[in-house]
DNA sequence: TCATTGTATTATGTATACAATATGCATGAT
DNA sequence: ATCATGCATATTGTATACATAATACAATGA
């Protein structure tokens, strides 16, 4: 009579599908920065109507991926140098009290998954499978969020995270970059074992700090 | 010719009124915490279609002021200690992290106004006027927030503290807590004059985790 | 009595219709 | 030629209509 649960959960409204589309598109970078997002040619494309369209806009918008300008439209956000900056000021702080909290209360399990991930994301360099590095370098840091056990500091950095995802891809391009990263993971998790604080934050601080200037610079160019 | 430019800027598209609206009436506690949010209901009270009201409740969701359940509707989130412990956590690190910037940065003419608010928090507390102590208060941290001539940080720390905002009015009703609260921010003005950097974190820290212990307390007597 | 089922009601999810505004282009005046 | 002006069109803003799921409660049967 049990265990069959069926999951009836798996029912998602219309507008949170259309969120994730669009933001996997902007994230992508299948919808470019500045790029209109048109209600009605949206939900031609998508096959629904305006209304879960328009909600998945709002949502956009306060995720910082959608810019709306009222009765003209939405589009795609837009960084200038100065954006990002602002961004990472932020996400240098935020990824410090993660990598502070995660010392103190990172499971022996999260911790050999960090190790795997550090591994396959060294593993992935080698291949230059660009999707796949980027994603084993989300996954990792996104252990240590989670290892924080809070939930409101995940979601904010995973949010700063994704609005640098377009641009860290540009830098994730670069080779010469690897051995660097790929140092300063296997420093972070040496500090996460013998929770050494200090250690793990000077280090997380260093590996942002490194980012932050390489997508900066990527900004620079493009814009 | 020129000169009147007669501000066409006037207009506010309705989901916009509306979301301002519902969400002053949950930081003022009129819509408490669990109460649902009706669409047909608002739309009726407010005088406006369903639509702007969804719009408005995606904005409110993505703001942490409401929670939405598929097919069963909005209601005004709730907060266990624990949301609050993590907000608490993510406001300290961003707090100092304003308190440090705006060291570096803030300009006379805010340290000024910096100056007439603390005077003007200072007044209010003998007034027993709880709305305008909780307005100078935050009107003081607002002040710091822009000094750091970061606008996302200072929009998330706006957020943060709409988070705390119905609870931390009940702290401000605790008489004995105002001389504290003078003294911390006349010491927050003294550092930021002589450009103390430590002086300040130190004195902000201290102050944030002041009202995190009372906000908690608060939290468990209701909750 | 209690569980179950059916049904009315209410609320949300989605689509569509209507209104108002912005945009681009053609037209015409200077 | 250039700048307004007006009109057609595209797009957003708002309201409403229809579909579907959740809820409460009465009715039924064991």
Redesign the interface.
């Known amino acids: 009579m049990e265990n069959l649960t069926l999951n009836m959960n798996a029912?998602?409204?219309l507008?949170d599908v259309v969120f994730n589309t669009l933001r996997e598109a902007i994230l992508r970078g299948d919808l470019k920065p500045g790029e209109r997002l048109m209600e009605l040619q949206l939900a031609a494309k998508l096959g629904v109507s305006r209304?879960p369209i328009?909600?998945a806009i709002?949502?956009l918008?306060?995720?910082?991926l959608a810019v709306t300008i009222?009765?003209k439209g939405a589009e795609v956000a837009k960084m200038t140098e100065k954006?990002m900056e602002?961004?990472l000021?932020?996400r240098e702080?935020?990824d410090?009290?993660a990598a502070s909290?995660a010392c103190e209360q990172i499971s022996e399990e999260q911790l050999a998954e960090l190790r795997r991930t550090m591994h396959e994301f060294e593993e992935s360099t080698k291949t230059r499978d660009l999707k796949r590095i980027a994603e084993a370098d989300v996954r990792f840091h996104d252990i240590i969020y989670q290892a924080t056990g809070?939930?409101?500091?995940v979601s904010?950095l995973s949010n700063l995270g994704e609005q640098m995802y377009r641009y860290r891809v540009e830098y994730l391009k670069e080779e010469k970059n690897y051995p660097v990263l790929i140092r300063e993971h296997a420093l972070i998790v040496e500090g996460l074992t013998v929770k050494d604080k200090k250690k793990v934050t000077d280090t997380m601080h260093t590996h942002v700090k490194n980012q932050a200037a390489a997508v900066k610079e990527i900004i620079r160019e493009q814009g």
Do not use: K, S
């Open positions: 029912y998602l409204p507008r209304t328009r909600e709002r949502m918008e306060q995720e910082g009222p009765r954006d602002d961004v000021q932020v702080a935020l410090e009290l909290v809070n939930p409101r500091l904010m």
